[in-house]
């Protein structure tokens, strides 16, 4: 059975993986790979419990991953401007630009995340990015760390993220990578009920490829300068079976790609 692209809005697209009640298609035209159904509250998964597990307590550890990769940022952006990290959660990021002489803003939905920022001073607006109507061409740089692979409508934060950028400007995607073999291994293990794992579904809605991350955004005047294959974040204590897996099979990366707006 065929679904229309939630991206590209291309009617064909084909069954890679299942597993219970969800399925994975990848288009045939922009090869992004979605899950059917798409979780009605993707965002309730993001909740305090999530953000003191994963961020609050290995705040050291990621501050310095993210210093690393925002020194590779800014060999293209060139110097400190205007700078809104989409999906800020509790500001690892903002707070590592802030200190490079960045005017930083964040955006994020999670009221426990929201008050952690602004507990200390930074800005955050907290709705949804396409509803906050911030002026256009307001920003030099644009940050979204691991956020469109798990937004219901990825497309309305690009367009989003076009309009807010000024001329020049640079929109930088951190998201994870799932390669076609992965799902294809999740299918032999689909058996055991626990394939979703390795995948991050149902929390991950979106599955990016370089290919997808190169077609898509064309069409609002973003154009890639580089796109990288990154190790990502992964704590030393996360030894649960699928993670083994992952780690065994060099799986545990995502991709870094760089736009300028023309």
């Not at 400190?80 to 509790?90: N, T």
Request: charged share 25%; hydrophobic share 40%; aromatic share 14%.
């Amino acid at each position: 059975m065929d679904f229309s692209c939630p991206v590209c809005r291309n009617i064909h697209s084909r069954l890679i993986w299942k597993e219970r009640q969800y399925r994975a298609y990848r288009c045939e035209k922009c090869r992004v790979v979605f899950v059917q159904p798409i979780p009605q509250n993707p965002s309730l998964l993001y909740n305090e419990d999530y953000f003191k597990r994963w961020y609050v307590r290995y705040y050291s550890e990621r501050r310095l991953y993210t210093e690393k990769l925002f020194s590779r940022i800014e060999k293209y952006t060139g110097q400190a401007g205007r700078l809104l990290d989409v999906g800020c959660g509790i500001g690892i990021l903002i707070e590592v630009a802030k200190e490079r002489g960045w005017e930083v803003s964040g955006q994020e939905i999670s009221p426990f995340a929201v008050d952690y920022c602004r507990k200390k001073g930074f800005k955050v607006y907290d709705r949804p990015l396409p509803e906050l109507h911030l002026p256009e061409n307001s920003f030099d740089l644009i940050t979204l760390f691991d956020v469109i692979a798990h937004l219901k409508d990825p497309v309305s934060y690009i367009s989003a993220c076009s309009k807010l950028l000024k001329p020049g400007g640079h929109l930088v995607i951190k998201t994870p990578y799932h390669p076609y073999w992965l799902f294809v291994l999740a299918n032999l293990l689909s058996f055991t009920g626990k394939s979703r794992a390795l995948l991050h579904i149902p929390a991950q809605i979106f599955h990016f490829s370089i290919e997808s991350l190169v077609f898509l955004f064309i069409k609002w005047n973003l154009h890639l300068i580089k796109i990288y294959k990154i190790e990502d974040f992964s704590p030393l204590y996360n030894t649960n079976l699928c993670n083994i897996i992952k780690k065994c099979i060099g799986d545990e990366k995502s991709l870094l790609a760089i736009y300028m707006k023309s």
